[in-house]
């Protein structure tokens, strides 16, 4: 059988991936299309009882892959380390790492922006995101080979690439931080057969984005303003993650891949087009 088919570019039959903030959002977006490919999946996150209850609704869904839910906060050092403790209980090898958990934080204005607000986002955002690499290394270059690397996987945003995102600075200056992490983190772990990649999306449907695209008429008139005219469907993060987490991605490193129907290239095009005028 010939090594460059779908099926076997995209299997991960036997893998186990670890996705934090995996109870809703993009996170059980990744859940499902990793269990799809026949991954088994932990999903944790602070609320141990709505990660079980993904757990039990991807479960049901007949998919290749297992899940398994429980509590994690990236948000302390304890509760990085308590993580830990409990990914090791599970396994001593971790093919695949998605950090996923986010917090987000708004303002009505720049001068209403609190102080706490700032090091709230980026302890989980950034702090937690690499301590919790850190502290995972020893299972990810236990899971990895030259042929078949182990994978971090990290969730930036479209607003830590461009001045998107309202007053919600914090969460705008964070997502910038994770992009520039993974290429500082691929640099560093690529050697040692960990590739480092993100992903930045654009609008999805989640608990973060419904007060802006909770509703059809939100997110029809949100497609407006997007070159490909709509907001992303799980489909769309499911494309990236299986290909960053399987063979097919197996040579790609130190990346951040916009999710974001073209969004990232509109506003480039925009101002080259204003400097020709």
Not at 153 to 167: A, D, H, W, Y
Not at 186 to 201: D, F, G, K, R, Y
Not at 221 to 240: F, M, Q, S, Y
Request: glycine share 12%; charged share 20%; net charge negative.
């Amino acid at each position: 059988m010939s090594d460059l088919l779908a099926s076997k570019l995209f299997d991960l039959t036997g893998k186990t991936a670890l996705i934090t903030g995996g109870a809703s959002g993009i996170g059980l977006m990744a859940a499902e299309a990793l269990m799809g490919a026949g991954c088994d999946v932990m999903i944790a996150s602070r609320k141990a009882h709505a990660c079980e209850a993904a757990a039990d609704q991807l479960n049901a869904m007949g998919l290749r892959g297992r899940a398994e839910g429980f509590a994690g906060d990236v948000g302390s050092e304890q509760g990085v380390l308590d993580l830990v403790s409990g990914v090791e209980k599970r396994t001593d090898a971790l093919p695949i790492l998605l950090n996923n958990a986010g917090k987000t934080w708004g303002a009505p204005s720049i001068e209403e922006f609190p102080y706490e607000a700032w090091s709230r986002v980026l302890d989980v955002n950034v702090t937690g995101m690499f301590f919790l690499t850190q502290k995972l290394l020893p299972l990810l270059r236990r899971a990895a080979t030259p042929e078949d690397p182990a994978r971090v996987l990290n969730t930036g945003s479209i607003v830590g690439i461009q001045p998107r995102g309202g007053t919600a600075y914090s969460y705008g200056v964070s997502k910038g931080a994770v992009h520039h992490m993974t290429t500082l983190l691929s640099s560093e772990l690529a050697p040692q057969h960990i590739t480092v990649n993100a992903m930045a999306p654009g609008p999805f449907l989640s608990k973060m984005m419904a007060f802006a695209i909770g509703t059809e008429e939100q997110r029809d008139e949100a497609g407006k303003n997007i070159p490909l005219g709509r907001v992303g469907t799980p489909e769309d993060i499911a494309g990236v993650v299986l290909y960053l987490c399987s063979r097919a991605g197996a040579y790609v490193s130190g990346h951040t891949i916009p999710v974001a129907g073209g969004l990232n290239a509109a506003v480039a095009a925009k101002s080259a087009s204003a400097q020709e005028d």
